[in-house]
């Protein structure tokens, strides 16, 4: 794969063989981090899981204490006093059945969060052949199908991330901006591996986690010891 100049410049400072203590690993990311714009800074997690076995599925939210650095637009669906509720929540979309054939039939997709109070998912079920694919489905496992809508709200705009395992049983998240200061990225770092360390499946035989490489949007890759974890 043919890469471009600044992408081979630093690419040279990362050595990919080692593994990285989690300071060195995040000061490296954001030295490679030289693009125009302010790249976001990853974490992929490659687990010994078997997301085709339910038992060994992982998925759950986790608020960073430092936020991403993204501003998340929320659609809430919801009915009487909820869509209040919503609205005064600081929700940037809120409405119920009328949605549907705007994102259905028009492609509306300006969010980036969907939450559902329970009442209305079977309205929202309807879209699931859209919301479904691009990992937009309301979950009560993310604390996305609550009534408890402010929260929901308040957790998404305060940086809550959604975890989940991917067909080839990897995690992607995002920890932050390649503009975050070290101790920052580190906190986030530290929240979300606490989390999936917690999240291990009990079904599952063997390595948990078999590598954790931390990037950034157009950087090359930095692999994380997994020896603490």
Known sequence: MKHGKKYSETAKLV?????????????????????KFDETIEVHIRTGCDGRHAEQQIRGA??????TGKTVKVLVFAKGDKL????????????GEELIPK???????????????????????????VLGPKGLMP???????TMDVT?????????????RLDKSNI????????????EKLQENFSALMEAIVKAKP???????????????????GVKVSTAKF
Request: overall charge neutral; proline content about 4%; aromatic content about 6%.
């Open 139 to 145: 979950n009560p496992k993310a604390g996305t199908v």
């Open 103 to 129: 994102i259905q039939n028009d492609g509306w997709l300006d969010f980036d969060v969907v939450v559902a109070t329970p009442d209305m998912m079977g309205v929202v079920g309807r879209l699931g052949k």
């Open 84 to 95: 209040n509720e919503a609205e005064a929540a600081g929700a940037d979309h809120v409405g």
């Open 151 to 163: 929260k929901a709200i308040n957790d998404i705009k305060a940086g809550k991330i959604e975890y």
């Open 15 to 35: 050595d990919r063989m080692t593994q990285y203590e989690t300071a060195e690993a995040i000061a490296l990311v954001k030295k490679t981090a030289v693009a």
């Open 171 to 182: 995690i992607h998240c995002p920890i932050g901006k390649a503009s975050f200061s070290e």
């Open 62 to 67: 986790v608020v960073l204490p430092n936020g």
């Open 202 to 220: 009990s079904a599952l035989k063997g390595q948990y986690l078999r590598s954790i490489t931390l990037a950034s949007t157009m950087g090359p």
